[in-house]
């Protein structure tokens, strides 16, 4: 996304906000690791925590401490800037970091939006497909903002497994419901399931949008979506081209 963004000659920054990220092929802004990390907690003795537990104080402590990332962001107008958040699905649904995270951006007068991703190579499959909605549903409940889902990874998909994902893109959720109960043998999961796929067509809330990154217009696609959604340009001053005589 970064590099395309580039090309389009548009100017974009990264934060990254896992504690525990290794490696980054692209430069970053800011980077919460100056902050705390999570190998640095895990050995403390004082506290004993395990990974998740480790990444949690990490975001804790960071939500305790957000003047480092006001610091870090300085004020330049007209940021486009892409925070690379942790994967772990706690920090989205029932702990209360990300929403004042998301609160506090919000007063500092950033326009938010959420891009959910879930690894379209997961989604095959009607049941895995309900729980990745609900995930998704969850956190945008959770979080108040305007959300954009993605399946990822749809290059390392094969040509059978991309034929059969399409129906997910844009899903009926009742057929799912014929496919779903015919495995199921408890009467019980097969009324929850139902439900759980009425609820989900009823609303429409979750459609999940491809994302390819060797495919240029998947990556300008979901870009677009981005754009719309937090009305990036709308306050831009236009600019007269420059202009060149022979």
């Known amino acids: 996304?970064?590099?395309?963004?580039?090309?389009?000659?548009?100017?974009?920054?990264?934060?990254?906000?896992d504690p525990a990220a290794e490696f980054f092929s692209y430069p970053v802004m800011a980077d919460i690791r100056e902050l705390i990390e999570v190998d640095d907690v895990m050995e403390d003795d004082s506290l004993r925590f395990g990974p998740n537990g480790g990444l949690v104080?990490?975001?804790?402590?960071?939500a305790n401490n957000f003047n480092w990332l006001e610091e870090s962001l300085g004020?330049?107008?007209?940021?486009?800037?892409?925070?690379?958040?942790?994967?772990?699905?706690?920090?989205?649904?029932?702990?209360?970091?990300m929403k004042q995270l998301v609160e506090q951006l919000q007063q500092w007068e950033f326009r938010v939006c959420g891009v959910f991703l879930v690894d379209s190579q997961f989604m095959v499959e009607s049941f895995k497909f309900i729980s990745g909605i609900l995930a998704a549903l969850s956190a945008m409940i959770s979080l108040e903002i305007p959300q954009i889902n993605i399946m990822t990874k749809m290059d390392l998909l094969s040509k059978k497994a991309k034929k059969e994902i399409e129906k997910y893109l844009?899903?009926?959720?009742?057929?799912?419901?014929?496919?779903?109960?015919?495995?199921?043998?408890s009467k019980m999961f097969k009324k929850l399931t139902k439900s759980i796929c009425g609820l989900i067509d009823d609303y429409g809330m979750v459609r999940f949008l491809p994302f390819d990154r060797s495919d240029e217009e998947s990556i300008n696609i979901v870009l677009q979506h981005i754009d719309t959604t937090i009305q990036y340009g709308e306050d831009l001053e236009f600019k007269e081209p420059k202009v060149r005589y022979f």
């Open 75 to 97: 004020h330049v107008e007209d940021d486009y800037i892409l925070f690379d958040c942790p994967g772990q699905i706690e920090l989205y649904t029932h702990l209360p970091v």
């Open 57 to 62: 104080f990490c975001m804790e402590y960071f």
């Open 1 to 17: 996304m970064l590099q395309h963004c580039e090309a389009l000659g548009r100017a974009v920054q990264v934060v990254n906000l």
């Open 170 to 185: 844009d899903p009926d959720m009742y057929s799912m419901i014929e496919d779903s109960t015919n495995i199921l043998k």
